[in-house]
């Protein structure tokens, strides 16, 4: 059976939620990474911050994961707006 338009809109909200609270994650540790690299103090927050080169390892990891979340929430965004679109089409029909 074929989902209704307004099931579709809220399993794709469902999905942009996960994956903001995914892109809220990634953002904090991108700044905790930033801070430890712009103090020096990160041992103070975790031991595993003491070094640089985890430091950066980390940093990169939380870059990556930021980018292929801001890509599925835009690819899920253009995916709302059509099924938006196709509803009101299909109300003045």
Known sequence: MRRS???SV??????????NLIS???????AVCIYALAT?????IH???????NVF???IVAGVVE????ARISRLNKLKQGVHTRRRAMSRA
């Not at 809220?10 to 994956?19: G, T, V, W």
């Not at 980018?67 to 801001?70: A, D, G, H, S, T």
């Open 5 to 7: 338009k307004r099931e």
């Open 10 to 19: 809220a399993e794709i909200k469902r999905h942009l939620f996960k994956y």
């Open 24 to 30: 809220i994650a990634a953002t904090l540790v991108i």
């Open 40 to 44: 020096g103090e990160g041992a103070s």
């Open 47 to 53: 031991s595993v911050l003491a070094d640089q080169s």
């Open 57 to 59: 390892d980390i940093l």
């Open 67 to 70: 980018l292929l979340v801001i």
